[in-house]
């Protein structure tokens, strides 16, 4: 027990949590942005995986790093502007196509590397790019901190940067305050003149672009290649941390952090020989028990 | 239009599995012509190779559950088609299956019907499937690779069995990786005596990579620790960057990869964190040398599966008549089965007394004076007791 104390309480351990945080965090502002326009947006998971490979792709066609990261997120913004496309002009319900986009992702990735490569698993006959790290001056010479926040990549930076872009944005925008609107009273918006689809659009079409950021960093930063169904349900965990998160952008990032934290837990603790069938089970045990209060939250909510 | 586009990538996505059969026989004809042109040396080609038609070879199919680019486990057993193909002039055809298991059965079903000799199918997710499907064709013959029917439930004579003896290639691997843990000289090694494993899922197959990794270790360095960690599928590559990043943090200084594809991750971590990997299956530093030099350099060995071998010899004793159909047989280093990779990369590492250890110890297995113990024949307490006796 001690030594798991010893291996939590280290700058390793805690550097390692906002490591893990940071695709959890890009999809979970995915979903915010998505959800406080009235549209789930089960897609994510499969728009991240798109996204990155086409960062992967993009970055070793071009040979610049941040065209691969632009890659990521005009594909994102593409597989976004699909689901859209089908949910609000075509009026299909917006879990079987985000499901079905999820499938046809995971499908249409490995056929776009085998035409490329000739491989199916992994991309590594691509020479890709990967997203540097950067060191903060003054905060990397505090003590302990500075190896905790220092030194992570661009994108982890960027990610906790789009937080408070985010809550400025729905706060202090014509547009954020649109798609709160939206969805929080749809037909209301309806009678004041605004095209209800056009702002879910919008709303999609960021979410879109987030979720491609969510996938570069998976894919050029985590780790420096694209392999098969490599996003492993991130998406999907992230519904859940913005469900737990209220919709708050900050309250969002502590669950995603929260998630990140379970998940860099379970990884540590399976060294001491922890039953990996447990250890395995933490973060998906804290969605479950997430959703669990969401739910019981809302029909409070509806009762009253 | 956008509708028919996304349709059109729908099916062409949908068809990559059905595509296969194509290219599989451009490689033949390819295959054909350096036959000729070897046999041209020999001054007759054409009647060289009628007599080998005339003693009527079989037709062979090889299903895989799952898709060729792994860079190691299903692109062996598909160099080992061609191998079969080219060198003893059989008609065969390799089926990509994909990871979809509700399609395994009726594919295994429809190339039963059709006129092949013998069918081959691998791992034990084949193997429920397999014992199905075999009791219904007693004519056709099947092939199983790392994994086994159950010969004592039912009446399989017309399937032959292999498996691997991945512990004595694994116990090489531990023997060598707590070498270089006990050697601080060395200089990506710490000399805490602790080394790791990063494995996919916690089953028997994988099980027994592990046992026999820590019992080599165990035998050469007493007192040395290993931490294990499982993924819990063979995708999640980032997952095995952090599992393997928190053992480098504890302390490990080699890094073993039981996990297939998500384990290039693992090696990964272990350059960036400048300590040794242990690759699997195939040479994985050979494979990563040219566009991952950095990390192909601290891939000290890898545990070698010859999965393409031994399918050659299996068709090679099909066709001599001796192929033990009914039983199922474990290969291991005598047959050249499973083995170390010595590479470049590993004459750089590895010391003259470290070569001369693992030398000494695989003579020993090779001769039977070792036995290195296998997780199929433990319990699953006794391998979680093991497990648990060397953790950090």
Redesign the interface.
């Known amino acids: 027990m001690g030594?798991i104390l010893e291996?939590i309480f280290?700058a390793?351990?805690l550097h390692?949590i906002i490591?893990?945080s940071t695709?959890i965090l890009f999809a979970t502002m995915a979903a915010l942005i998505s959800e406080r326009a009235g549209v789930i947006n089960i897609g994510i998971e499969g728009t991240m995986l798109f996204a990155s490979l086409m960062g992967v792709v993009g970055s070793a066609f071009t040979g610049n790093v941040w065209l691969g990261v632009l890659c990521a997120v005009v594909s994102g913004i593409a597989f976004s502007g699909?689901l859209s496309?089908f949910h609000l002009k075509l009026e299909t319900d917006i879990v079987l196509t985000g499901i079905a986009l999820n499938l046809?992702s995971s499908?249409?990735t490995?056929?776009i590397?085998?035409i490329l490569t000739?491989?199916?698993?992994?991309s590594?006959?691509?020479?890709s790019k990967a997203v540097p790290n950067i060191n903060i001056p003054l905060i990397q010479d505090i003590p302990v901190l500075g190896s905790i926040l220092s030194g992570h990549s661009v994108l982890t930076y960027l990610a906790f940067f789009l937080v408070i872009a985010l809550a400025i944005f729905l706060k202090k925008t014509k547009l954020g305050t649109y798609i709160r609107a939206v969805g929080e009273n749809s037909d209301s918006v309806e009678t004041a003149g605004i095209s209800v689809n056009m702002v879910r659009l919008k709303a999609l079409l960021i979410s879109g672009a987030i979720s491609g950021l969510g996938g570069a960093f998976?894919s050029m930063a985590?780790?420096?290649?694209f392999?098969?169904?490599?996003v492993?349900g991130r998406g999907f965990i992230a519904l859940a941390a913005e469900a737990m998160g209220r919709g708050v952008p900050g309250l969002s990032m502590l669950s995603a952090l929260f998630f990140g934290m379970a998940?860099?837990l379970s990884?540590?603790l399976?060294?001491?020989?922890m039953?990996?069938?447990l250890t395995?089970l933490m973060p998906y045990a804290f969605t479950i028990v997430a959703l669990g209060i969401y739910a019981a939250r809302e029909q409070r909510k509806s009762k009253a | 239009m956008?509708l028919a586009v996304?349709m059109i990538?729908?099916m062409?996505?949908?068809c990559?599995s059905k595509s296969e059969p194509a290219p599989q026989e451009t490689n033949g004809a390819a295959a054909d012509d350096t036959k000729k042109e070897d046999a041209g040396e020999a001054a007759k080609p054409e009647e060289s190779k009628a007599p080998e038609e005339g003693k009527d070879l079989p037709k062979i199919a090889c299903l895989l559950n799952g898709?060729?680019?792994?860079?190691s486990f299903f692109d062996s057993a598909n160099a080992g088609m061609k191998l079969i193909k080219d060198e003893l002039g059989c008609e065969t055809n390799v089926i990509e299956m994909g990871f979809d298991n509700t399609v395994w059965e009726t594919t295994l079903y429809e190339v039963s019907d059709q006129d092949y000799d013998i069918i081959i199918v691998g791992t034990y997710q084949m193997q429920e499937v397999l014992e199905k499907v075999a009791l219904e064709y007693p004519d056709k013959k099947y092939i199983i690779f790392d994994s086994a029917v159950s010969y004592d439930k039912e009446d399989y004579s017309n399937v032959y069995s292999i498996s691997f003896k991945q512990n004595e290639a694994s116990y090489l691997a531990g023997a060598l990786a707590a070498m270089i843990a006990a050697d601080d000289s060395l200089p990506l090694s710490n000399g805490e005596k602790m080394i790791?494993v990063v494995a996919a899922m916690?089953i028997p197959v994988l099980n027994d990579f592990i046992v026999g990794y820590i019992q080599g270790a165990e035998d050469t360095v007493p007192g040395t620790k290993v931490?294990?960690?499982?993924i819990?599928?063979f995708?999640?590559?980032?997952?095995a960057?952090?599992?393997a990043?928190?053992?480098f943090?504890?302390g490990s200084s080699v890094a073993f990869n039981v996990a297939a594809?998500?384990g290039?991750?693992m090696i990964?971590a272990a350059a960036q964190n400048e300590r040794y990997a242990i690759g699997v299956d195939a040479d994985q530093a050979m494979?990563?040398k040219e566009?991952?030099p950095d990390q192909s350099k601290v891939i000290v060995t890898s545990v070698l599966k010859n999965i393409d071998q031994v399918l050659l010899l299996s068709v090679k004793r099909h066709i001599e008549g001796t192929l033990p159909y009914g039983k199922e047989e474990a290969l291991g280093m005598e047959e050249n089965a499973v083995g170390l990779a010595v590479n470049e990369v590993y004459d750089g590492i590895a010391t003259a007394d470290m070569k001369s250890k693992v030398e000494e110890l695989q003579g020993k297995i090779q001769a039977g004076e070792i036995k290195v113990p296998s997780a199929f024949e433990m319990s699953e307490d006794e391998i979680?007791q093991m497990?648990?006796s060397v953790?950090?």
């Not at chain 1, 000739?118 to 992994?122: A, H, I, L, R, T």
């Not at chain 1, 985590?222 to 290649?225: C, D, F, S, T």
């Not at chain 2, 931490?227 to 499982?230: G, K, L, N």
């Not at chain 2, 995708?235 to 997952?239: Q, S, V």
């Open positions: 030594q291996i280290t390793d351990f390692s490591r893990l695709p699909l496309f046809m499908g249409l490995i056929f590397l085998y000739g491989d199916k698993g992994v590594t006959q691509l020479a998976m985590y780790v420096n290649m392999t098969k169904d490599m492993a998940d860099a990884n540590n399976q060294l001491f020989n039953p990996s069938e395995r | 956008f996304i990538c729908g062409l996505a949908g990559q898709n060729l680019g792994d860079k790791s916690d931490a294990v960690s499982y819990g599928d995708n999640d590559t980032a997952k960057k952090d599992l990043k928190a053992q943090n504890l594809q998500a290039l991750g990964e494979a990563l566009t991952q979680s497990k648990s953790a950090p």
